[in-house]
């Protein structure tokens, strides 16, 4: 038990200290991912050492160790406590809101090699959000999603089939509509405008690589491409919402740095961790999938939706436009990379 104890309990300090280790490697960045299992695990490994120390016998050493683990098992609640039920809400509900000022969106990472079409469809129907994001939807996704077309005419499309295509269908039209690779090729984001009650809304849709052994070996790409548009978010004198799989869980540095950037608030904040991903395993769970928005929101709604195959479940939210911009410039903010305009589709 004492050996199993040490090995367990070097570990786990070890992975606390190491998203703070040089380098954007993902054997390093990888820790800031899963914190709660972190925290179950030391919380076991302090169980453990105590247990020994009332059993067994008093030792300076495995003191030490317990209390080089209580350190680490504080400061890892430190990062995940905000986005527990017990912190502060960020973002605050409406309970009577105007509904010609709220605006819903699902976002669903569709797994490409998933073919349960029919169970997107339906959580489509019930729920009919005003935008539908899919990512990783390629050709098949796309033929696949036409018996939703009558409620969603404004559509603009990207199909891939490398793990990052992406499709935008909406029930509001929109203008200024982007599609781009902003750090690498092959991984597109969209950016279109849209209007809510004669506001104009911008609104950016990504899904950047993880910093991964199968993906990229660093996370630097995802990290600059999240650095580019937060940049573009600053810029932007317009109510903005940000959307989609950052494949960066919410309480990484990345991720507040992002936030903290552009000032962009969390409705998850304080309600719970909504964990998206990984939607077939239980015990490996981290929010992946955000929806972040400018201070011009308030939340009516945010609900992670059942799963249909996919390796994410789906994450809806609705907003309510509580507050106008007092002065809306007619000028986008600018461009950190070329842009491609990509035609939208309008059925009559």
Known sequence: MFEVLGI?????????????????????RVWEFPRVQQICIILVAIIGWVSYLVIEQTDSLIIFATVILLLCLAYQISWVYPYSSFGPKEVSRVKTPQQDRVFSIMTSNV???????????????KHKPDM???LESNQDWEDAMEPIHNDYPYRLACPLENLYGMHLYSRLPFKEETIRYIVQDGVPSMQVTIEIEGQPVVVYLLHPKPPSPTENESAGPR??????????VVAEDRP?????????????????NFRKQTGARDPR???????????????????????FHSDHFDLVKIKRLPGYG???????????????????????????SEAASIESNKES
């Open 132 to 134: 539908l994001v899919t």
């Open 240 to 256: 903005v919402i940000i959307a989609g799989d950052l494949n960066d869980v919410a309480w990484s540095p990345t991720t507040r």
């Open 223 to 232: 990290d600059e491409e999240l650095t580019l548009v937060g940049q573009e």
């Open 111 to 125: 797994y490409m090699h998933n073919k349960n079409y029919q169970g997107l469809i339906d959580l489509v129907t």
């Open 8 to 28: 367990l309990s070097i570990v786990m300090i070890f992975t606390t200290i190491a998203p703070h280790l040089p380098g954007e490697h993902w054997l390093i």
């Open 269 to 291: 904040r304080g309600r719970g961790f909504f964990n998206t991903f990984h939607a077939k395993y239980k015990l490996i769970r981290w929010p992946l999938d955000h929806v």
């Open 310 to 336: 996919s390796d994410h479940f789906p994450l809806y939210t609705s907003l309510h436009l509580t507050r106008d911009c007092e002065q809306c410039e007619s000028s986008s903010a600018p461009q950190t």
